[in-house]
T-cell receptor, first 113, second 114 residues
Framework: GNSVTQMEGPVTLSEEAFLTINCTYT??????LFWYVQYPGEGLQLLLKATKADDKGSNKGFEATYRKETTSFHLEKGSVQVSDSAVYFC????????????FGKGNQVVVIP | DGGITQSPKYLFRKEGQNVTLSCEQN?????MYWYRQDPGQGLRLIYYSQIVNDFQKGDIAEGYSVSREKKESFPLTVTSAQKNPTAFYLC?????????????FGPGTRLLVL
């Protein structure tokens, strides 16, 4: 089936540090890949997406590249701010399927001043 | 402003009671979705609807019911058959059922059992 795996555990880092959150997926064909962000007490917001292999999604200084050879979509940001503290979810919608999102478990990111 | 609204923000359920969560969108989207969020488990799909008067079960539909009588509305009823209803419920919509479309989420409803 279709599934998404995110690295275990929260991520705590200092302001201006480099952020990486790993995401790997299992799916047939060419799924679309997404990163969503959730701020405390709120719903999810789309951060970025990529719909085909080698595409790079980017937004607000965050980037992720769709790597079919490694089935990965790792999220990166070069210099984080306190305002980036949130929960980040990697997700996919299957190839030639309907728009059913499969989510990873999410990573809590805490940025310390 | 276009968007998705969910109400109430907090909802309390007594034993044996059915409760209904509201989801409304004015984005003119065809597809709508209900997800349940539990700590450490990500989001899981309860029900979805690609078009008015049609809906399908997701991965955890037992104990829930939905209707889609209008394009802009997709209410979720948590029935007494749902034995562990305490969770954060998120509604989403998308323009179509294409796998490339972004889903837009509402602010969520937190359901608590008394």
């Amino acid at each position: 089936g279709n599934s998404v795996t995110q690295m275990e555990g929260p991520v705590t880092l200092s302001e201006e540090a480099f952020l990486t959150i790993n995401c790997t997926y299992t799916a047939t064909g060419y799924p679309s890949l997404f990163w969503y962000v959730q701020y405390p007490g709120e719903g999810l917001q789309l951060l970025l997406k990529a719909t085909k292999a080698d595409d790079k999604g980017s937004n607000k200084g965050f980037e992720a590249t769709y790597r079919k050879e490694t089935t990965s979509f790792h999220l990166e940001k070069g210099s984080v701010q306190v305002s980036d503290s949130a929960v980040y979810f990697c997700a996919l919608t299957p190839d030639r399927g309907n728009n059913r999102l499969a989510f990873g478990k999410g990573n809590q990111v805490v940025v310390i001043p | 402003d276009g968007g998705i609204t969910q109400s109430p923000k907090y909802l309390f359920r007594k034993e044996g009671q059915n409760v209904t969560l509201s989801c409304e969108q004015n984005l003119n989207h065809d597809a709508m979705y209900w997800y349940r969020q539990d700590p450490g488990q990500g989001l899981r799909l309860i029900y979805y609807s690609q078009i008015v008067n049609d809906f399908q079960k997701g991965d955890i539909a037992e104990g829930y019911s939905v209707s889609r009588e209008k394009k802009e509305s997709f209410p979720l009823t948590v029935t007494s058959a749902q034995k562990n209803p305490t969770a954060f419920y998120l509604c989403a919509s998308a323009p179509t059922g294409s796998n490339q479309e972004t889903q837009y989420f509402g602010p969520g409803t937190r359901l608590l059992v008394l």
